[in-house]
T-cell receptor, first 111, second 114 residues
Framework: QKEVEQNSGPLSVPEGAIASLNCTYS??????FFWYRQYSGKSPELIMS????GDKEDGRFTAQLNKASQYVSLLIRDSQPSDSATYLC???????????FGKGTRLSVIA | SAVISQKPSRDICQRGTSLTIQCQVD?????MFWYRQQPGQSLTLIAT?????????ESGFVIDKFPISRPNLTFSTLTVSNMSPEDSSIYLC???????????FGPGTRLTVL
């Protein structure tokens, strides 16, 4: 059974701080890793993808991947109240295997 | 990324009836998927909609309950049959996931079964 684990939160951070979201996965052959943001009542929105070990930065977002530890994280710098949402970690194996989602971490940025 | 639309956006249905949800994409896509998101839960894959052949269902989901059509590379339907209150959920169409591997979601259909 392929599993993706996330802390459900809520994770509360003050405005301007760095929010750190973590995810672990069980399938060692996983190859693609994604972070989605989901606002209440809306569908998931892809915000980051990462495929190789290390860091990938896009604006205020940094995704970090460590395949040896089966760990992927998302850092949000200068957190804003508009970042308050549920963040879903998703992992895919090789080929056309389906995405496996974690349960999501609810982030609350306090003004 | 492709623009994905779903109809209806929401519906309230009676127990025992069926609802067909449509998913339209503005460009041809190889992979289309149907997900369910129950209240307060994460996403669960129902099936992969295959163009020109039967859908591939995940464990726990069967064709009689969730028949799927995929007549071409831009359109798919999911039917929720013989509904019960446990089927109350958001149903999401998703595309992508091959090359490149990113996958995108439609706006969802919020279904309430009374």
């Amino acid at each position: 059974q392929k599993e993706v684990e996330q802390n459900s939160g809520p994770l509360s951070v003050p405005e301007g701080a760095i929010a750190s979201l973590n995810c672990t996965y069980s399938d060692r052959v996983s190859q693609s890793f994604f972070w989605y943001r989901q606002y209440s009542g809306k569908s998931p929105e892809l915000i980051m993808s990462i495929y190789s070990n290390g860091d990938k930065e896009d604006g205020r977002f940094t995704a970090q991947l460590n395949k040896a530890s089966q760990y992927v994280s998302l850092l949000i710098r200068d957190s804003q109240p508009s970042d308050s949402a549920t963040y879903l970690c998703a992992v895919r194996g090789p080929g056309n295997t389906p995405l496996v989602f974690g349960k999501g971490t609810r982030l609350s940025v306090i003004a | 990324s492709a623009v994905i639309s779903q109809k209806p956006s929401r519906d309230i249905c009676q127990r025992g009836t069926s609802l067909t949800i449509q998913c339209q994409v503005d460009s041809q896509v190889t992979m289309m998927f149907w997900y369910r998101q129950q209240p307060g839960q994460s996403l669960t894959l129902i099936a992969t909609a295959n163009q020109g052949s039967e859908a591939t269902y995940e464990s726990g989901f069967v064709i009689d309950k969730f028949p799927i059509s995929r007549p071409n590379l831009t359109f798919s339907t999911l039917t929720v049959s013989n509904m019960s209150p446990e089927d109350s959920s958001i149903y999401l169409c998703s595309v992508g996931g091959q090359v490149p591997p990113e996958q995108f979601f439609g706006p969802g259909t919020r279904l309430t079964v009374l």
